[in-house]
């Protein structure tokens, strides 16, 4: 059973940076990619960005793409999300995610593990 844990979210003002952090047990094949979204209160759950498993590139929604860098480090089995540049749009609990097929997806649906979230708070 794969298990995804997210850490690293907290409260910033406007520019701020911060780096969220999922930790991947269950699944010792790094080459699966990992997605994170984001759900904002009263909004549904978004897309933000995924970290491919072939080669850890990364592709991004537009509203954080230039913002936000993807990484992952194979040892650990974790992936990062750099944020930067905050905004208080960016305000949500962002989860990471993995589909059985380790493929990389946009879509939430097509998601089968999901780790608990974590808030990010930026104020104005």
């Known amino acids: 059973q794969v298990q995804l844990e997210e850490s690293g979210g907290g409260s910033v003002q406007a520019g701020g940076s911060l780096r969220l952090s999922c930790a991947a047990s269950g699944r010792t094949d790094s080459g699966y990619a990992m997605s994170w979204f984001r759900q904002a209160p009263g909004k549904e759950r978004e897309f933000v960005a995924t970290i491919r498993g072939s080669d850890g590139s990364a592709f991004y929604a537009a509203s954080v793409k230039g913002r936000f860098t993807g990484s992952r480090n194979v040892v650990k089995n974790t992936v990062y999300l750099q944020m930067n540049s905050l905004k208080p749009e960016d305000t949500a609990v962002y989860y990471c995610?993995?589909?059985?097929?380790?493929?990389?997806?946009?879509?939430?649906?097509?998601?089968?593990?999901w780790g608990k979230g974590t808030l990010v708070t930026v104020s104005s």
């Open positions: 995610a993995q589909n059985a097929h380790g493929l990389p997806s946009t879509e939430p649906g097509r998601m089968d593990y």
